[in-house]
């Protein structure tokens, strides 16, 4: 499928989405669904974006100590393993940073 019907499909379902939900809406049923896209957004604030950002994190740490210090063998893997495997520690399911991390500066 092209770009263009993929839109087209997105388009015609969108369309029949407000159709059906313009004949069965009351207030209360669009209450409840701008308290359903409240709780989506709080989800993604509060819990999802967080976590991908920790995630983000380890892996700029991880590059920035292979930039610093290019292995030059197998055995300089270990090491900056060891490095990235400290940095970090696990507290009751959570992974939490030790050491604040350098930003990488262009």
Known sequence: MTNLEQTLEIFKSR???????NNVTTPEGLLQ?????CEVLKFITMEKLPA???VRS???FAMQ???E?????VSDLGSIEEKVS???FVSQGECLI?????PIIF
């Open 86 to 88: 400290n940095k970090y």
């Open 65 to 67: 100590l292979v930039a």
């Open 52 to 54: 991908e950002i920790d």
């Open 33 to 37: 669904r701008v308290d359903q896209d």
């Open 15 to 21: 369309a029949h989405e407000l159709r059906t939900m």
């Open 98 to 102: 030790r050491f604040p991390i350098h």
């Open 69 to 73: 210090n290019p292995p030059e063998c």
């Open 58 to 60: 380890k892996e700029i």
